[in-house]
């Protein structure tokens, strides 16, 4: 039994995943780097990997939203909110253009 809840320890730790900065063209970022764009728009994502799954989850939802900020010519995504369940994950970010980028 213990060496399961050690393996399953080890197993968690090693599907570790990195947050989304970028996807094709589109960055996300903070207010600051987006005081001087205009906006584009709200763009929505959402993923079935919700409760342990939730980077996962977060991730795929991100993507989406970014996939549909490039597909109206932002440059820049801001996040705005994060809801997640035992069974989705979903987000919704403003979408920006930012001169000289576009």
């Known amino acids: 039994m ?7 320890a080890l197993l968690l730790g090693a ?3 990195v ?6 063209n589109v960055l996300a970022a903070g207010p600051d780097a987006v005081k001087d764009c205009k906006s584009a728009g709200i763009v929505f994502g959402q993923s079935d990997k919700g409760g342990v799954w939730i980077k996962y989850g977060i991730n795929e939802a991100k993507i989406e939203a970014m996939e549909q900020a490039e597909q109206i010519q932002a440059t820049h995504v801001t996040w705005q909110d994060f809801q997640s369940n035992n069974g989705w994950t979903s987000v919704k970010g403003e979408a920006w253009r930012c001169k000289g980028l576009d």
């Open 15 to 17: 599907c570790q995943t």
């Open 2 to 8: 213990r060496r399961s809840v050690v393996f399953g």
């Open 19 to 24: 947050p989304v900065t970028q996807h094709g």
